[in-house]
């Protein structure tokens, strides 16, 4: 039996991940802080280990003992990573590389970082994005993840640590934060759920490759232990919307319009993403994945059913 650690297991995609893994015969060590006192995924028999990603001697403790590693911790949004990017730096960047090196040392047979699919492309005019195609991401939170992949080459060429990134296109789905201001469907649902307008950044118009994210989990199940042998993989549906249609399917969903704040877009946003997934789906087959509308009405029954603050 495989034993994976999951380093940012309570958060959004990292608890769904845990799920998975056991899911799928996994021995599985969740990582995080645990900070708000509850625990989001729901499998059992997972280890759970407290720890602070900031902390080289954790980070050695989280590490130890496992087969598969799986970084899908930030310490950054692209948000914040704006507003401070140093920040982004001194911890995501910093740390990342103590992970791997962590994992290096420790003989781990294949690391798995949770890069981004979004911003790492850059503002350019391309129907679909391949993972040769070049990188010319503006933001800062997009930087430090493509900077987090060249560490990967280093530490493979170094210390024969075998590694994968992922390039993630824009998940969604239950058990996301919108407190952390992160996804447009979550964020807009909520504020639905609070009687409160919808920001809109833009004319609607900007579009993004959405994919829901049990879905996404259960690609990167499929891969472990396959051979990998490229370095960088898509993970997203393949297929783009709009924020307009986002917002349409949204109003099908919740049975009612809302308000819409319309605000401009930020400087840093790319007007078009969608990824091209034929890498992922020529080595590890075909996704059965869920339509837009089922995975809106999942995630909105779930906020739905929480108490609305």
Known sequence: MAKSVVIGANGFIGSHLVDALVG???????????????????AGGVEQLVGDFLSRA????????????????????????EADP?????????????????????GIRHLYLAST?????????????????VTEPVSPYAIGKL????????????HGLKSTALRISNPYGTRQHPNKKQGLIPIALRQIALGQPVVQFGDGSMV??????????????????KGEEHLVYNLGRGIG???????????????????????PSP?????????????????????DFTSLADGVTRTYREIESENVN
């Open 208 to 225: 993004r490759d959405y994919i829901y994210v049990e879905d996404l989990v259960q690609m990167i199940v499929r891969m472990i232990g």
């Open 86 to 106: 140093t920040l982004d730096l001194r911890t995501n960047l910093i740390q990342s590389v103590e992970l791997l090196d962590a994992a290096a040392h420790a």
């Open 147 to 158: 900077a987090i992949e060249n560490y990967l080459r280093y530490y493979d060429a170094k």
């Open 58 to 81: 954790d980070l050695e403790a989280a590490v130890a003992g496992c087969d598969y590693v799986f970084h899908f911790l930030s310490t950054t949004t692209p948000a914040t990573a």
């Open 117 to 133: 699919g979004g911003a790492i492309y850059g503002q350019q005019s391309k129907d679909a994005f391949a993972e040769d195609d």
């Open 24 to 42: 799928a015969g996994h021995q599985v060590r969740a990582f995080d802080r645990f900070s708000n006192g509850t625990v989001n995924y729901q």
């Open 241 to 263: 919307h709009s924020v307009a249609e986002i917002l349409a399917v949204i109003r099908e969903v919740v049975g009612r319009d809302f308000e819409i704040d319309r605000r």
């Open 267 to 287: 400087p840093t946003f790319v007007d078009r993403v969608v990824l091209d997934i034929n890498r992922y789906t020529s080595t590890f087959g075909d996704v």
